[in-house]
């Protein structure tokens, strides 16, 4: 995989999303996602998982939800964290569906954790994540 380090946009958007958790956690929502869009704006979400319902919406297409609803149409960074007690964050990698639902709205870096610490996070194409996409097969 080709990974590339975070710029100062990058690094903000991973503060941004962590800081809108820490503001928006609760018992039906232990993880947030950020993206940034072509244009630069940047949209926020929540996982929403019920204790009632075995159906719950990632925070990747919570945000992506926003992003279509404020008539922008296509990501060019995301990036999931997730609550993991005691004030600390972790940078969880999408799932796959969200891999595959996320691809519809371009080719974006995905931000990942390389190791313990969030700090050690480094970007890469969704494209290195699922490089044999379903709809391509002859």
């Given at each position: 995989m080709d990974f590339a380090d975070l710029d100062k946009t990058d690094k903000a958007l991973v503060e941004q999303t962590s800081l809108f958790l820490k503001k928006r956690a609760s018992d039906v929502s232990g993880v947030s996602a950020g993206l940034r869009t072509n244009s630069g704006r940047e949209f926020f979400g929540l996982c929403i998982d019920t204790k009632t319902s075995t159906v719950g919406v990632c925070a990747e297409f919570s945000a992506i939800?926003?992003?279509?609803?404020?008539?922008?149409?296509?990501?060019r960074t995301i990036i999931a964290v997730a609550d993991k007690g005691n004030g600390r964050h972790a940078i969880l990698p999408p799932c796959g569906k969200c891999r595959d639902f996320i691809r519809a709205f371009g080719n974006p870096f995905v931000i990942l954790q390389m190791g313990s610490t969030m700090s050690r996070a480094k970007k890469v194409k969704l494209s290195e994540l699922i490089p044999f996409p379903w709809d391509q097969a002859d």
């Open positions: 939800g926003n992003m279509l609803s404020n008539g922008e149409r296509e990501v």
